[in-house]
DNA sequence: TTATTCGCTTGCAAATTGCAAGTTAGATTG
DNA sequence: CAATCTAACTTGCAATTTGCAAGCGAATAA
């Protein structure tokens, strides 16, 4: 029992590949801003910021924060820019295409969603093409989007308490 | 804009197929219960509650309720005994086994867990025949176990307040 | 030098999770 | 039949996380 110098608190968990996976990122931004750099080729804060899903500013920079200290991406400051810090998937992040495209398939196919569905169709027959491109994309530094950011509709879902 | 009569606030959100996904299953608990559905054949509150993963009963009861809510289980009394209610993961639910898989891939890859590398390398190389497997038995409701349960080994990761 | 931009950080409110005890209905036991 | 056990939750409250919006400090532009 070690008793560290943080803050910290009882664990506990199974060692089940599902159960850790979700540790990293068992939650909904986290997907989301591996998402925007593997498929809308996003790189900076601001991008992920503006990306459409109301990230609050404070949860995008813990975020990013644990997804460097996980491995999974790498902050650089640009060189003509001090101000700047470009964000990139590892190899290790790029590993998590085939999750990214199952749900992205998943999603457009039992949900309702501004994908097209001949697109995901297609996506769906050539798995393996796609997963490639993305990977050539990554290697080569290419922040082509492999798809096009789709916007909600411009109309706010609204609720309100009753009374 | 619909005012409607429940508990609600505005919400914004993209449509993007991987954002759609994430609201519905956005949260480590949700994907486990899934995954014991799926890869344990659990189909009891109990055995979810015992699963290992340490979720709180309200927290199981809420993610029950809202997986069933989006259609991705069902939920039956047992006529032998009333107090039981068996869960089972609907078509669109069994439609979510390649994201489990990627994620049970990219887990075991990437991150210590305690699955076998040869039985992860071998699920890798054979996607296809372990998909048709889990949908197979979930289509004869065998709930056989695709993978055994990877318990931690006992040793807790103990944590504490410094001071 | 002032103004703007960039990437955060901060203070506080709201929401969610976690803990552990409690409740209710159904089943079993004696 | 009453007492006890079991199954699936529910509840009250504390702890933690998320969300909002303003603010900060460094780098760059005008």
Chains 1, 2 share one sequence.
Do not use: H
Not at 10 to 15: A, E, N, Q
Not at 28 to 45: A, C, E, K, Q
Request: charged fraction near 35%.
């Amino acid at each position: 029992m070690a008793c560290v110098t943080e803050k910290t608190k009882l664990v506990r968990r199974s060692l089940c590949p599902v159960s850790i996976s979700l540790e990293v990122f068992g939650d909904r931004w986290s997907l989301l801003i591996v998402r925007d750099l593997m498929v809308r080729g996003y790189r900076r804060f601001k991008e992920f910021q503006e990306s459409g899903e109301g990230i609050a500013t404070n949860i995008l920079s813990d975020r990013l924060q644990r997804l460097e200290a996980s491995g999974i991406i790498t902050a650089e400051a640009e060189e003509t820019d001090g101000r700047r810090v470009n964000y990139r998937l590892t190899e290790k992040g790029i590993d998590l295409a085939p999750v990214l495209l199952e749900l992205l398939l998943w999603g457009a196919r039992n949900e309702k969603t501004a994908a097209p569905c001949a697109v995901m169709e297609n996506m769906a027959k050539n798995r393996d093409e796609v997963l490639a491109e993305v990977r050539r994309r990554w290697r080569d530094r290419d922040p082509t989007p492999v798809l096009p950011k789709f916007e909600s509709d411009g109309r706010m879902e609204t609720k309100r308490r009753a009374g």
